[in-house]
């Protein structure tokens, strides 16, 4: 009796095979179009330096399809607790296909605070960035990197030479024949 049963079963589990076969042979756009998302993706995600006082905390929404599709709208808040010091946080946003494979990239956004009791300690920032609609259209997930992100030394130079020649228009100085734009 046991051998009756285990020939239908094989008889229905080829036949559910066959069926499924010729499904997938019916409709092949299904199929090849399987990794293809709808709809936004919304990702967050936080980041604290070792000692707790500087954060970063940023939200992106990613269009995966209509009229806006490849468009990435993020906000971006840096905020600093630590009293005398101030710091530049960074953040970029990988896409990432399906299979956890990078298939984009935004590039770094910095954004510097003051010290707590010097100045500007907390900065919201809303920026954008766009990709190509089939990239978007296959992105299973974002991967938002945050970091300390210090300056380097051509932004430390021309943010002292806008300060410089900011203070010479302020002050109603000749500025220098080189450095200061006209």
Request: charged content about 15%.
């Amino acid at each position: 009796m046991t051998t009756m049963i285990k020939s239908k079963f094989k008889a229905l589990l080829v036949m559910v095979t066959i069926s499924c076969m010729a499904m997938i042979a019916i409709f092949p756009a299904t199929a090849t179009n399987a990794y293809a998302y709808e709809g936004p993706l919304t990702q967050e995600a936080s980041w604290k330096s070792s000692d707790g006082g500087r954060n970063m905390y940023t939200h992106a929404t990613l269009q995966r399809s209509g009229p806006l599709a490849g468009q990435l709208d993020v906000m971006t808040r840096t905020k600093n607790n630590v009293l005398m010091t101030g710091f530049t946080g960074g953040v970029f946003i990988l896409l990432r296909n399906v299979d956890g494979a990078v298939i984009g990239v935004t590039g770094m956004q910095k954004y510097g605070v003051d010290g707590k009791w010097i100045g500007r300690y907390d900065r919201t920032d809303y920026w954008s960035w766009s990709f190509d609609p089939q990239v978007a259209a296959a992105t299973a997930s974002l991967q938002i990197v945050q970091q300390h992100a210090a300056k380097d030394l051509s932004d430390q130079l021309a943010y002292w030479q806008s300060v410089v020649c900011g203070n010479l228009d302020r002050l109603g100085f000749p500025k220098p024949p080189y450095g200061c734009p006209a």
